[in-house]
């Protein structure tokens, strides 16, 4: 076992690691807001400190661009401290009920106690902001935490072990390095909760592997978001929002825009806006897309190939390029592709996408786009552009996703104070501000009653007349 990061481990090794963090959860149940607080200052800090050296891991994992790392790594992990550091007093502070009035005499509140010990296990595509931003609310709520980062960007998941290594005892945050192997022995462990982020199929075998210890989860996956844009949608406007939201993080974003629903009315239009945007954000100067600092690239080999092989088969069956289509192994650079003509014998319509191909499909009636999506599994996110209310709360009203935006698309992430996830095969539970706060709490109902009061005195046994007619008219009152 290395210091205090852990990448040689055997399950013995686990287990230890996973006791050493037993006191720790037993003290921090009654630590204050303040102490808390202080933790989450340590990492702002180091996070302030080496700003570069974050950077530099996410542009050496897959060529993230500076900019993207700033605002979509590190922005919503430092929104997320400083907006815990503001709430937290608030959030900690026992939140009284009111009073029904068979329990009269008696008060009710609502305490938060730290679940306890916690495992985070992280997705690769935003490798940073998914690990820090969870362990952020974890902290908050007061639970120790073993985190686990994805093994397929091993420069930043050094470097969160570095920075957990400097920043807190193992018995308090430990990292553990390693694949789907460290992984399935970690979730042997009957943690207090489990917050995984990544597919649903590998949110399946963590559930199941949570079950047997009936550890609570909280399960933030993927799926195919799709982004609806309607007969009166500002296409210039629905374009530019559409292609940052697609494209940012070369499209590997679990809330981009998997597909696009557009009215029949608005596909040319739509589609020559979208090659302006295109061609303003990544290509501004006419020398390529392919030379555009702001383009990140695939992930891995695994992942350019699914991809082309994607493009491939959509064009196979009869999809039609409207832009891109072009990429280049060696870099793994994959140009911004949109395609028409698609159906959902195509793969880019039957799996999550998880890159830079952007499938159109048009409708006829905005009933037949709720239908549609209705037809698949709950997404993530539902993004819906056009600007009558009444189109946009029919969408809102008759299907179900785990977020929807209505005229822009991505930007919710960046909300605090609005639950963040998704439902059903998107995700179970929320994360973000005072819901992740609640994922690694328990809400511990506490009633206060009198010394001498007794509300159910005459309803003891035996039940005589008098205790019949009292419950018959509390089933009639209350
Ligand atoms: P993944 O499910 O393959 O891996 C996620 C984590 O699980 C990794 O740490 C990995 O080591 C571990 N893992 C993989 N296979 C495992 C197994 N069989 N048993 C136990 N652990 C295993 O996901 P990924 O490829 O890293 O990320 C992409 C997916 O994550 C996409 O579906 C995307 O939509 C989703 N995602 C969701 C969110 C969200 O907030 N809802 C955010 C980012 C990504």
Known sequence: MLNH??????????????????????????????????????????????????????????GKPESETDLSEI????????????????????????????MLGTSGSIYHEPKGRSLIIAPWNYPFNLSIGPLISALSAGCPVILKPSEMTPHTSELISKMISELFAPKEVAVVLGGIETSQALLKLPFDHIFFTGSPTVGKIVMKAAAENLSSVTLELGGKSPAIVDEDADCKDAAEKLIWGKYVNCGQTCIAPDYLLVHESKLENLFSEMKVAIQKMYDPDFKGIEKSPDMARIVNDKHFNR?????????????????????????????????????????????????????????????????????????????????????????????????????????????????????????????????????FSNEKGVLKQRVGLNNVTLLRPPYGIKAKQIIASLIKWF
């Open 75 to 102: 922005f919503p992990v430092t929104a997320e401290i400083n907006h815990s550091i503001k709430k937290l007093h608030k959030w900690m502070t026992p939140k009284s009920v009111s009073t029904p009035l068979p």
């Open 307 to 439: 991809l082309t092989e994607n493009i491939e088969d959509a064009l196979s069956k009869g999809a039609q390029l409207v832009f891109g289509g072009n990429s280049d192994q060696h870099t793994r650079y994959i140009e911004p592709t949109i395609l028409r003509n698609v159906s959902d014998e195509m793969q880019v319509m039957e799996e999550e996408i998880f890159g830079p191909i952007l499938p159109v499909k048009s409708y006829t009636s905005l009933g037949e786009a709720i239908d549609y999506v209705n037809s698949k599994p709950k997404p993530l996110a539902l993004y819906f552009f056009g600007v009558n209310a009444e189109q946009s709360s029919k969408v809102l009203r008759e299907t179900s996703s785990g977020n929807a935006v209505i005229n822009d698309c991505v930007l919710h992430y960046l909300h605090m104070e609005l639950p963040f996830g998704g439902v059903n095969n998107s995700g179970i539970g929320k994360a973000h501000g005072y819901h992740g706060f609640l994922a």
């Open 5 to 62: 990061s852990i990448s040689e481990q055997n399950n013995t090794d686990l287990e230890h690691l996973f006791k050493s963090q037993l006191l720790t959860s037993t003290l921090w149940r009654s630590s204050s807001a303040d102490d808390r607080i202080a933790r989450l200052k340590k990492i702002r800090t180091w996070i302030k400190d080496h700003q570069q050296e974050i950077r530099n891991a996410l542009k050496n994992d897959f």
